[in-house]
């Protein structure tokens, strides 16, 4: 007989009722495998890295971390692109792979990925991006009427001996809602868990997520846990999302790039109402130091410096460290030209009325424009 997980009862966002906090405080088992937080790093192309991976770790309170999208096919065809992507080291761990795919290669890719040591194997079938999508991939998975996708997963499912997962958004567009339908299938065939991002793929990244959409997965299920994923940035959203929708975790994407401490703010807030300061001045600097580090290992000086470029408009932001310095950091091209850079900003020290106890939020940025051109 399946244990029925307490759900709170669907209504208006409110504090935390005690039934479901006590229950949250609980550990999150997925698949037989112990998370040591409820709050998980979502995979984000181009930036859920090792290096970035293992920065996060650093800060504490990360309950798992998940790859940037890898492409079963490539992983099989070794890839060196692919196989830069899926780079891991034994402290990388708890680590969720994340792939996408239209046919038998997931299976075998993911057998693969187990054999290269991850934990979780984690099915795409949430990415908007035409290159994607245009090949059955991602989103385009839950357009099927067919029972395609559904057997797909069961291979995946049956061809390894660790948990997957499946993150998904809730359909395609608001007339194919296919996601409750999709969740109930996979826990008849043995997925472990599923994400729900609460945007169909027509809406992008547009609008607000859906909590309600994200509840009627909770409701589908039968014992499998549901992460909820989008929009949480605070504790404030982390609230809303779990009392409203009832869902088991949140996997956070950009919200940990505007602040790499959301994790240990949510776990602390979690145990003890209190979420406690995101980092302060210095430990920024420090992150951003070693986070570049670490991509210089990775990659090399030069390219490290390239792929940089982009986080550098988060940290700059973080810290108000000016457009002037700002600029140069979007176009940094050696570690000497950002020592310097860091050096400058720790003699000047936060601007004045900074401080790690601020609410505010960086500007999240996201895909603009016709979904169709992505």
């Not at 550990?27 to 181009?46: D, H, K, Q, V, Y």
């Not at 609460?198 to 509840?215: C, E, H, K, N, P």
């Not at 310095?325 to 050096?343: K, P, S, W």
Request: net charge neutral; with cysteine; hydrophobic share 40%.
């Amino acid at each position: 007989m399946k244990t029925q997980l307490i759900r709170p009862p669907s209504g208006d966002p409110t504090l935390l009722p005690d039934i479901q906090r006590d229950r949250l405080r609980m550990p999150l088992s997925i698949g037989g495998i112990e998370l040591a937080s409820r709050f998980t790093l979502a995979p984000l192309a181009g930036y859920t890295n090792l290096p970035f991976r293992m920065s996060i770790r650093d800060v504490g309170s990360c309950g798992l971390c998940t790859t940037d999208l890898l492409n079963a096919r490539a992983i099989l065809q070794g890839s060196i692109r692919t196989r830069e992507l899926m780079a891991t080291c034994p402290d990388d761990r708890p680590l969720s792979t994340q792939i996408y795919g239209t046919g038998e290669e997931m299976a075998q890719g993911a057998k693969w990925l187990e054999g290269y040591g991850a934990t979780f194997i984690d099915i795409n079938m949430g990415c908007p991006v035409r290159k994607v999508v245009k090949g059955g991939g991602g989103s385009a998975m839950m357009c099927d009427t067919t029972g395609f996708t559904i057997a797909v997963v069961r291979q995946v499912v049956e061809a390894v001996k660790i948990p997957v997962t499946v993150k998904m958004r809730l359909g395609w567009d608001a007339d194919n809602l296919t996601a409750p339908h999709f969740a109930r299938a996979f826990e008849e065939i043995g997925v472990a868990a599923v994400t729900i991002h609460g945007r169909t793929r027509a809406q992008g990244f547009s609008g607000q997520v859906d909590l309600q959409g994200i509840r009627a997965v909770v409701d589908a299920v039968e014992h499998i846990p549901v992460i909820g994923n989008g929009d949480v940035r605070s504790v404030h959203d982390a609230e809303r999302m779990l009392t409203t929708t009832g869902c088991d975790a949140i996997a956070i994407g950009r919200g940990a790039l505007a602040n790499p401490w959301i994790f240990r703010q949510l776990d602390n807030w979690l145990h003890t109402g209190d979420p406690g300061p995101r980092g302060t001045y210095d430990e920024r600097l420090d992150f951003m130091v070693n986070h570049l580090g670490r991509m210089i290992d990775w990659r090399g000086e030069h390219l490290a410096c390239l792929q940089f470029r982009k986080n550098a408009t988060w940290y700059t932001r973080a810290l108000r460290a000016g457009k002037a310095i700002q600029q140069v950091l979007v176009m940094l091209d050696t570690r000497a030209t950002f020592d310097g850079i860091v050096e400058r900003l720790r003699d000047q020290g936060p601007p004045t009325g900074w401080s790690e106890w601020d609410a505010g939020d960086s500007q999240i940025t996201v895909p603009a424009g016709p979904i169709a051109h992505w």
